[in-house]
């Protein structure tokens, strides 16, 4: 005979008591969902506004290309590159055989002018003799004068010519006009070059200077007698106040740039051709807050942020007003103050009040640590 087991409506009771918590427990288990981690950004102190920044090279304000006076033959270079010089010093030479030739072709055709003067002083000394006792005409006194002022005249352009040929035998030596450094090299001995050619050019020393190349769009942001900051790769502690000097009147016709001199102070440490960073700011900049581009989100068609409540935990949404873009990111002029803590990444998952964990911090309901720090302007 088979038994049989019935359940007693208490135990039923029972049964279905256990069933309602267990699914109670579950609807609260889903109903508080994980605490979402996030990357955030602590704002900073609010920059000088927009900066305008260039790279350029330290030059010399006066950078002389020398060249010879007469075309010839280089014979010897006496310098080379980064060498200093004074001035009066010899930095090349040209072969002078020709014209050392011309001086003595000068020097003979001014010796047979002095004979011609004094021959025709002697004719005109004669015939004003003869014109007192009346033994000769009057023209023919005259023309005694006029053949004497004619060799007095070529006497003297010979004296020209001597001058002249002596000054082409002292330009075949190329001489450096100013204290300096030797920046550039453009002949070797050897060479055929042309008067008035380069040959060396010469930093003079003194003020020294950095260019750069301004685009159209910020070119108005520079005026002379504006001071810039200018930084040096070569030397990170280097900082100087230049000014700017000179804009050029045109733009260049292949890069479409403007060239702006900037005048530096006088600093020992500076050396010709180290890169300079020069940085300006924007007439009537408004200072700003710089954020990560992630940070920035849109809600109704205006620019928000999402802030942290590090008090309750959540966030909450925050209008701002953007001020434009720089290489570091969005510049925020209004609606954050220094010290709030921006969510920087996933900005489209985030609503009002809306509970998270700062990426990196271990969470009470999973137990776990994320690896990556938070992030930190």
Not at 148 to 157: S, Y
Request: charged share 25%; net charge negative; with cysteine.
């Amino acid at each position: 005979m088979t038994k049989k087991t019935t359940m007693s409506w208490q135990q039923f009771a029972v049964a279905a008591s256990l069933m309602v918590l267990v699914g109670c427990s579950e609807e609260k288990q889903a109903a508080a969902p994980e605490a979402r981690p996030v990357k955030v950004v602590t704002v900073a102190e609010p920059d000088e506004g927009r900066l305008l920044q260039y790279s350029g090279a330290v030059k010399a304000r006066r950078e002389i290309a020398l060249g010879f006076r007469v075309d010839g033959k280089i014979t010897e270079r006496l310098v080379d590159v980064g060498q200093r010089v004074k001035s009066g010093d010899v930095l090349a030479r040209l072969d002078p055989v020709d014209y050392e030739l011309s001086v003595r072709q000068a020097e003979a055709e001014l010796a047979s002018a002095e004979k011609q003067v004094d021959i025709t002083r002697l004719a005109l000394r004669r015939a004003e003799i003869l014109q007192e006792k009346s033994v000769t005409s009057q023209s023919a006194l005259e023309q005694s004068q006029l053949s004497h002022d004619q060799a007095v005249a070529a006497r003297d352009a010979a004296v020209s010519a001597l001058e002249q040929a002596r000054n082409k035998v002292s330009y075949a030596s190329l001489k450096s006009g100013v204290d300096g450094i030797v920046t550039a090299v453009s002949a070797e001995a050897g060479q055929v070059v042309a008067a008035g050619s380069s040959v060396v050019t010469v930093a003079a020393d003194g003020a020294k200077e950095v260019e750069i190349a301004v685009p159209e769009v910020d070119i108005a942001e520079f005026k002379p007698g504006k001071a810039v900051k200018a930084s040096f790769w070569s030397n990170s502690g280097l900082s100087l106040i230049g000014t700017v000097r000179e804009i050029a009147g045109s733009a260049s016709s292949t890069s479409r740039t403007f060239a702006v001199r900037v005048s530096l102070p006088d600093d020992p440490q500076l050396r010709l051709g180290m890169t300079a960073t020069v940085t300006a700011t924007t007439e009537g900049a408004t200072p700003a807050y710089v954020l990560p581009l992630s940070a920035l989100a849109k809600q109704n068609g205006k620019p928000v942020v999402w802030v942290f409540d590090q008090a309750s935990g959540a966030v909450h949404v925050r209008e701002v007003t953007v001020g434009g873009f720089s290489d570091d990111g969005v510049r925020v002029t209004g609606g954050i103050a220094k010290g709030d803590v921006v969510v920087a990444a996933g900005t489209q998952f985030m609503r009002e009040d809306m509970k998270i964990r700062l990426y990196g911090q271990a969470s009470e309901t999973a137990g776990e640590a994320d690896a990556a720090p938070p992030i930190r302007s």
